[in-house]
T-cell receptor
Framework: KAGVTQTPRYLIKTRGQQVTLSCSPISGHRSVSWYQQTPGQGLQFLFEYFSETQRNKGNFPGRFSGRQFSNSRSEMNVSTLELGDSALYLC????????????????FGAGSRLTVL | GQSLEQPSEVTAVEGAIVQINCTYQTSGFYGLSWYQQHDGGAPTFLSYNALDGLEETGRFSSFLSRSDSYGYLLLQELQMKDSASYFCAVWGSQGNLIFGKGTKLSVKP
């Protein structure tokens, strides 16, 4: 069973540019979450998509956006890049939908490491 | 809001036992999870506690005390490959998993 696939793995951009990151979840997983990981702030929640709808959103500016396609693949976009956007962007998928038990397990991809110069 | 506190670093020797503590504050509690992340790797799920007590999975155990808003991850018979960052996490009121800032475990020979 293939895991969560994120592309590209590494990328370098300059300030002001935009970037699009892609995530293919595990087959059958319908929920996709995105996290930003930095040494200082740890893992911070960006947003979650379920059945093509954004279900939750973290405290990030509107420059950060995402979407999910009918096959559950997801993309996130960051516009007008800033130096502080340099981070590891992690995507995670889960099944079943986060149940009332809260025992839902996130399976993470290896991440996309973005460097903004 | 929700927050989790865990030590930033822990060092131990091979074969020893180490305990990584986690205290949390959350409105609505749906269990405490633990994830492991090796340098350059993806976080991977280790354990989940919904009820008080100890859950054991091989060399790893996780404990929860809901009345104390406290849990810990216990790693026994430490191996060099256990050197990694360990994150505790709780589900937030918005339905997203909120992580602590992680504990970097270094296992020395």
């Amino acid at each position: 069973k293939a895991g969560v696939t994120q592309t590209p793995r590494y990328l370098i951009k300059t300030r002001g540019q935009q970037v699009t990151l892609s995530c293919s979840p595990i087959s059958g997983h319908r929920s996709v979450s995105w996290y930003q990981q930095t040494p200082g702030q740890g893992l911070q929640f960006l947003f979650e998509y379920f059945s093509e709808t954004q279900r939750n959103k973290g405290n990030f500016p509107g420059r950060f956006s995402g979407r999910q396609f009918s096959n559950s693949r997801s993309e996130m976009n960051v516009s007008t890049l800033e130096l502080g956007d340099s981070a590891l962007y992690l995507c995670a998928s889960s099944f079943p939908d986060r149940g009332v038990s809260g025992a839902n397990v996130l399976t993470f991809g290896a991440g996309s490491r973005l460097t903004v110069l | 809001g929700q927050s989790l506190e865990q030590p930033s670093e822990v060092t131990a020797v091979e074969g020893a036992i180490v305990q990584i503590n986690c205290t949390y504050q959350t409105s609505g509690f749906y269990g405490l999870s633990w994830y492991q992340q090796h340098d350059g790797g993806a976080p991977t799920f280790l354990s989940y506690n919904a009820l008080d007590g100890l859950e054991e999975t091989g060399r790893f155990s996780s404990f929860l005390s809901r009345s104390d808003s406290y849990g810990y991850l216990l790693l026994q018979e430490l191996q060099m490959k256990d050197s990694a960052s360990y994150f505790c996490a709780v589900w937030g009121s918005q339905g997203n998993l909120i992580f602590g800032k992680g504990t970097k475990l270094s296992v020395k020979p």
